[in-house]
């Protein structure tokens, strides 16, 4: 972007520049996320539909030479449809910015440079975080263990949580009441601003409120979600790997085929507790287990487990320039990928050609009227853009891929 700055040479920055980035980013927004297949064939209309098959065909059996012969049958199939989720991204630019733009491109660009920067990395890992999810797919970032009311100015409350480490200074937060049915924002407790992060305490600071709110918040229940977000992400791994919920509109305390594999480690992660939940996916279903996602903790946990066995774990490459450890299981090269966002103590067998982030396209600009820019309706001189991809993380065979639980971290 050079000479002088205006919105249509923004514009044309988002769609010839920045595009491609998002696009990345959402793609590639971590390991687990590069070895997803992305694909719009189970696309119609704004919903996601395929045929999940269950049971066995009925046609097969041992007869005399002059008896009946089997039944034919083909197996049960589950038409499953359900609508895709809405993933965006929402840049602003204001009146101000562009007429110094035009007296001072060099300092705009650097400016328009850093936000855009900054836009795609924390895209990237709102995303990343999406992908391991909730176990009930509510967006659950965090539970609320302990909270502290200060007068100010301006109000706050500190919030103690179970798990500070994904929160960041300016994110916009909701507190989730957990005793409401269905749950819902607490009242007087939406688009909270973090203002400080203690990773070291799990402790937050959020500004935002107008009168002290603290008496309502049940502790060890209430929760923080995004601003906006609640029951709105795409559906993460947790919830794929909890038993007997509701994913993707079929109740699968009924259609229990539907489930996954789980296997209980109950302690140190051994290379034969390993094998033997990989192989119950194998007896199952024959599948083959080709990734393992997990924490960095279970991860050096495995690694201390081959090390003391002299054993020497390989690097692979993964799509999206990545490079991960690799662990051979019957003949198949397993990626070994550690997870910031994966649950603790828990590590997910995936077969990823039982998976796919089905989308209508890959992400792209509102601009429909014929403008990405997009004048704001709240009376001040500003513009925004917004970059949208309607999309959901699939799987079609959950009892294909297997979830290991209980596994001591170091």
């Given at each position: 972007?050079?000479?002088?700055?205006t919105?249509?040479?923004v514009?044309?920055?988002?769609?010839?520049?920045?595009l491609?980035?998002?696009?990345?980013?959402?793609?590639?927004?971590?390991?687990?996320?590069?070895?997803i297949?992305?694909?719009?064939?189970?696309?119609?209309?704004?919903?996601?539909?395929?045929?999940?098959?269950?049971?066995?065909?009925?046609?097969?059996?041992?007869?005399?030479?002059?008896?009946?012969?089997?039944t034919?049958?083909?197996?049960?199939?589950?038409?499953?449809?359900?609508?895709?989720?809405?993933?965006?991204?929402?840049?602003a630019?204001?009146?101000?910015?562009?007429?110094?733009?035009?007296?001072?491109?060099?300092?705009?660009?650097?400016?328009w440079?850093?936000?855009?920067?900054?836009?795609e990395?924390?895209?990237?890992?709102?995303?990343?975080?999406q992908?391991?999810?909730?176990?009930?797919?509510?967006?659950?970032?965090?539970?609320?263990?302990?909270?502290?009311?200060?007068?100010?100015?301006?109000?706050?409350?500190?919030?103690?949580?179970?798990?500070?480490?994904?929160?960041?200074?300016?994110?916009?937060?909701d507190i989730?009441?957990?005793?409401?049915?269905?749950?819902?924002?607490?009242?007087?407790?939406?688009?909270?601003?973090?203002?400080?992060?203690?990773?070291?305490?799990?402790?937050?600071?959020?500004?935002?409120?107008?009168?002290?709110?603290?008496g309502?918040?049940?502790?060890?229940?209430?929760?923080?979600?995004?601003?906006?977000?609640?029951n709105?992400?795409?559906?993460g791994?947790?919830?794929?790997?909890?038993?007997?919920?509701?994913?993707?509109d079929?109740?699968?305390?009924?259609?229990?085929?539907?489930?996954?594999?789980?296997?209980?480690?109950?302690?140190?992660?051994?290379?034969?507790?390993?094998?033997?939940?990989?192989?119950?996916?194998?007896?199952k279903?024959?599948?083959r287990?080709?990734?393992?996602?997990?924490?960095?903790?279970?991860?050096?946990?495995?690694?201390?487990?081959?090390?003391?066995?002299?054993?020497?774990i390989e690097?692979?490459?993964?799509?999206?320039?990545?490079?991960?450890?690799?662990?051979?299981?019957?003949?198949?090269?397993?990626?070994?990928?550690?997870?910031?966002f994966c649950?603790?103590?828990?590590?997910?067998?995936?077969?990823?050609?039982?998976?796919?982030?089905?989308r209508?396209?890959?992400?792209?600009?509102?601009?429909?009227?014929?403008?990405?820019?997009?004048?704001?309706?709240?009376?001040?001189?500003?513009?925004?853009?917004?970059?949208?991809?309607?999309?959901?993380?699939?799987?079609?065979?959950?009892?294909?891929?297997?979830?290991?639980?209980?596994?001591?971290?170091?």
């Amino acid at each position: 972007m050079s000479g002088t700055a205006t919105l249509a040479t923004v514009e044309a920055s988002l769609k010839t520049y920045y595009l491609p980035g998002l696009r990345w980013q959402a793609d590639y927004a971590s390991e687990l996320a590069a070895i997803i297949e992305k694909t719009d064939k189970y696309i119609e209309s704004d919903k996601v539909k395929f045929a999940a098959g269950y049971g066995a065909t009925a046609g097969i059996g041992a007869r005399s030479a002059t008896g009946t012969l089997p039944t034919p049958g083909e197996r049960k199939v589950k038409q499953i449809e359900f609508e895709t989720k809405n993933l965006f991204v929402s840049i602003a630019i204001n009146d101000k910015l562009i007429i110094t733009a035009q007296n001072d491109a060099r300092s705009f660009v650097n400016w328009w440079t850093d936000y855009m920067t900054h836009v795609e990395q924390d895209f990237r890992k709102d995303v990343a975080r999406q992908y391991h999810g909730a176990t009930d797919g509510s967006g659950k970032i965090a539970t609320i263990t302990a909270v502290t009311y200060a007068a100010g100015p301006p109000k706050t409350l500190t919030l103690t949580v179970n798990n500070a480490v994904f929160f960041e200074v300016g994110m916009l937060l909701d507190i989730i009441d957990a005793s409401a049915t269905p749950d819902a924002v607490l009242s007087g407790a939406s688009g909270l601003e973090i203002t400080a992060v203690d990773e070291e305490n799990n402790q937050i600071v959020v500004s935002g409120i107008a009168s002290d709110i603290s008496g309502t918040i049940e502790l060890s229940a209430d929760y923080l979600v995004r601003s906006g977000n609640l029951n709105y992400e795409i559906t993460g791994l947790a919830k794929v790997f909890t038993s007997d919920n509701t994913l993707y509109d079929l109740d699968r305390s009924v259609y229990k085929w539907f489930n996954p594999t789980t296997y209980n480690v109950g302690g140190e992660i051994t290379e034969i507790k390993f094998q033997a939940a990989l192989d119950k996916c194998v007896h199952k279903t024959n599948s083959r287990i080709n990734a393992l996602v997990t924490t960095d903790g279970v991860m050096r946990a495995f690694q201390a487990h081959m090390d003391a066995k002299k054993t020497i774990i390989e690097p692979m490459q993964l799509a999206g320039g990545y490079k991960v450890l690799s662990y051979i299981f019957r003949g198949t090269n397993l990626a070994l990928i550690s997870d910031i966002f994966c649950a603790s103590g828990t590590a997910y067998g995936l077969n990823t050609e039982t998976w796919a982030r089905c989308r209508q396209a890959p992400l792209d600009w509102v601009d429909r009227d014929g403008s990405i820019w997009h004048r704001s309706s709240d009376d001040t001189p500003t513009w925004k853009a917004w970059g949208r991809e309607y999309c959901e993380l699939v799987c079609f065979q959950p009892r294909a891929n297997v979830k290991l639980y209980g596994i001591t971290e170091h």
